[in-house]
């Protein structure tokens, strides 16, 4: 079994900074890529941030030099660290984790987190 924990969503006005960090747990063989995506009221779930184990990262358009994403693969955690929040950030933000898992066989998967909320407003 595996389970994906996100925290530290919340509210924050225009401009500040919130982070957000993920667990990844239980019976895994290893971990590919990590990331986060969102999804608006009313909109798909976007991709925010990848970062490959290697530590390659990408972002999104809107969010290329406000947010940052890195991982301890040791851990098997990730965080989000975003600055100069807009109200268009708001959103649930969903961590990402493809992973090799030891169920009969190693099997690989995407997994998600439960989401945390962001919300973004004066």
């Known amino acids: 079994q595996v389970q994906v924990v996100e925290s530290g969503g919340g509210s924050v006005q225009p401009g500040g900074s919130l982070t957000l960090s993920c667990t990844v747990s239980g019976s895994i063989f290893s971990v590919y890529d990590m990331g986060w995506y969102r999804q608006a009221p009313g909109k798909e779930r976007e991709m925010v941030a990848i970062i490959t184990r290697r530590g390659t990262t990408q972002y999104a358009e809107s969010v290329e030099a406000r947010f940052t994403v890195s991982r301890n693969n040791a851990k098997n955690t990730i965080a989000l660290q975003m600055n100069r929040l807009k109200p268009e950030d708001t959103g649930v933000y969903y961590c990402?984790?493809?992973?090799?898992?030891?169920?009969?066989?190693?099997?690989?998967?995407?997994?998600w987190g439960q989401g945390t909320q962001v919300t973004v407003s004066s």
């Open positions: 990402y984790a493809r992973m090799a898992v030891i169920l009969s066989e190693v099997t690989d998967d995407d997994y």
